[in-house]
Structure formats: structure tokens, C-alpha cells
């Protein structure tokens, strides 16, 4: 898969999950579901799937926090315009 490919199927897995709710809405339960879906196969694989999921925040498609009582990481919700 392309750097491309790899961050569009990670912000896929995360706005599914995310609509599962707050238990789901979490860094650790993207992660492992990236890994069952995506099946890294070495060290570079893995940082690549990192990479991709911090560049979502960094452009802004994803923020930290789900609501006030949750509102740091591991939580993250998808920032309104």
C-alpha cells in the first residue's frame, strides 16, 4: 500500500470506530484494528502507519479529546470546521 492508501484506511478505521463511541474512540483501538486490517509486516510498516495517523492531526482532520470528561489522548474526536 502507498503512504496514500495507508492514511486514508487508518482515518477510515478511526471515523468507523469513532462512531462506535468513546470505548472505541481511542488511539490503542485504532492501532490494534490498523494492525488486523493493514497486517504490517516489519518495524518500517509500523512506523509508517504511525506516521500517517499523527499527520491526521496534524492536519487537522483529527483532534485529541472525545468530550470534557475525556479530553486528551488516547481520545480523539473529528474537529467541526
Not at 497486517?39 to 509508517?48: A, K, T
Not at 492536519?59 to 470534557?68: D, H, P, Q
Amino acid at each position: 500500500m502507498s503512504r496514500v492508501e495507508i492514511e486514508d484506511k487508518v482515518f477510515e478505521i478511526a471515523r468507523r470506530l469513532h462512531e462506535q463511541g468513546p470505548g472505541f474512540a481511542q488511539e490503542g483501538v485504532v492501532m490494534q484494528t490498523v494492525r488486523e486490517e493493514i497486517h504490517p509486516r516489519s518495524l518500517e510498516d509500523e512506523q509508517m502507519i504511525l506516521s500517517c495517523w499523527h499527520h491526521l492531526f496534524q492536519e487537522g482532520k483529527l483532534a485529541w479529546g472525545y468530550n470534557l470528561d475525556n479530553p486528551t489522548a488516547p481520545w480523539f474526536h473529528f474537529p467541526k470546521a
